[in-house]
């Protein structure tokens, strides 16, 4: 149980510090005064803590822990999946992307961040109807932040931009 909330603890911090605007969001005040990192340094960061989480608990039998701890685990998985395959995005890695979203996908399949970033990838590697089926599951998901209703809007809109190209190519 200890070594499961000390991974959790660990990784949120290395969130925070990565992403200070996270910590901001959610009312954690100890990054305000710093940026997130784009650099290749920075991304190669981002990669270095996702993954050394998720090596971490592959360690961590989860059998074992209380119903509440597990749930903190799955969340973490889902976000280090999320966090990994955007950084796979990012470096034009598409099938590689695609599949550690599913991974993601595997333990939280109701995760509206998670099926974002999967509409996303299959518009870019255009699989337009698996793009449109994910359209559908995440309107039945009902995004309810004004962040994910934008980035849902600009699904739909990238979709359909890619749709009328397949169409004025035919």
């Known amino acids: 149980i200890q070594r499961a ?3 959790a603890d660990r990784y ?3 969130l925070l510090e990565m992403d200070p605007l996270l910590g901001t969001e959610a009312g954690d005040e100890r990054f305000d005064d710093r940026l997130g990192d ?4 920075g991304l190669a960061r981002h990669e270095l803590a996702h993954r050394s989480a998720l090596d971490e608990l592959a360690t ?3 059998t074992a822990l209380p119903a509440s701890d597990r749930g903190t685990m799955d969340v973490l ?3 280090a999946h999320r966090g990994l395959a955007e950084l796979e995005m990012v470096e ?5 992307a695609a599949e550690t979203i599913e991974k993601g996908l595997a333990v939280a399949p109701n995760d509206i961040d998670l099926h974002l970033v999967a509409g996303e990838i299959e518009v870019r590697r255009g699989k337009l109807a698996d793009a449109e089926a994910r359209i559908a599951k995440l309107k039945e998901l009902k995004p309810t932040s004004p962040s994910d ?3 849902l809007f600009l699904l739909i809109g990238r979709w359909h931009e890619a749709n009328t190209r397949l169409d004025d190519a035919l």
């Open 92 to 96: 034009g890695k598409l099938d590689a």
């Open 12 to 14: 949120w911090l290395d």
């Open 5 to 7: 909330r000390a991974l």
């Open 38 to 41: 784009p650099s290749e340094a």
């Open 77 to 79: 998985e889902a976000i």
């Open 149 to 151: 209703k934008a980035r």
């Open 60 to 62: 961590i039998d989860r």
